[in-house]
């Protein structure tokens, strides 16, 4: 199931825009790139996800490459709250189990 | 906004025995899902079920475990006969059939003794 490839730990000042880089260089047309967050053993919490159009929600904002090879989940202003481990997922469309990888975690620091 | 709940947060059996975790989906989705999270390492899909069956289950899915969804709120995971290795945190999901974004539980800590 690895489609995706994440650096397993990467850290970010308190305030500052923490960018969590994910490769997918053999996602296929139809598949969509998911980010989903887990905070110290709570349920895995869904963020966003996009096609090939960058996206942006209340949470975060999603930068997807013109190839699809790779995007990069921004989170504007990091809180302490957003230590995580933080997971890129490729979904295709209308499939319906997520798969989840070893993720990034992410420590705010303040 | 709506929530999956899940019963009971903590667990503790001995080898041997049987337990059931309990789970309430969120009451308009339609597709249930049962994950495991041992302690360190990654969340790991069990199964999946839709439509009064199960969709998809994977390797650890073997046959000490099943599920159920007794009446219209409720999704059950059994564990026949608990091991050792069974202790995990385990979590619940559910999602609509038209949009496929999980939303998942705050788990059941399962430790057997």
């Known amino acids: 199931d690895a489609k995706t490839t994440q650096p397993p730990s990467m850290d970010c000042a308190e305030g500052r825009a923490a960018n969590l880089p994910c490769n997918h260089s053999?996602?296929?047309?139809?598949?969509?790139v998911y980010w989903y967050r887990q905070i110290h053993s709570q349920g895995p919490q869904y963020i966003i996800h996009?096609?090939?159009n960058n996206e942006t929600n209340e949470m975060a904002s999603l930068i997807i490459t013109e190839d699809r090879k790779s995007s990069t989940l921004i989170l504007p202003h990091a809180t302490l709250r957003d230590t995580a481990v933080y997971y890129c997922?490729?979904?295709?469309?209308?499939?319906?189990?997520?798969?989840f990888g070893t993720g990034t975690r992410l420590t705010v620091i303040p | 906004e709506p929530e999956v709940t899940q019963t009971p947060s903590h667990q503790v059996t001995q080898m041997g025995q049987e337990v059931i975790l309990r789970c309430v989906p969120i009451?308009?989705?339609?597709?249930f899902y049962w994950y495991r999270q041992i302690l360190g390492q990654k969340v790991e899909f069990l199964v999946s079920?839709?439509?009064?069956?199960?969709?998809?289950k994977s390797e650890i899915f073997d046959d000490q475990f099943s599920v159920e969804r007794p009446d219209g709120s409720n999704f059950t995971l059994k564990i026949r006969s608990t091991k050792l290795e069974d202790s995990a945190m385990y979590f619940c999901?559910?999602?609509?059939?038209?949009?496929?974004?999980?939303?998942f539980g705050s788990g059941t800590q399962l430790s057997v003794l």
């Open positions: 079920f839709y439509n009064n069956e199960i969709s998809e």
């Open positions: 996009g096609l090939k």
């Open positions: 999901a559910s999602k609509r059939v038209d949009v496929s974004k999980l939303f």
């Open positions: 997922i490729v979904m295709g469309t209308g499939a319906n189990n997520l798969f």
């Open positions: 009451s308009n989705h339609l597709y």
């Open positions: 053999t996602i296929s047309g139809n598949e969509y």
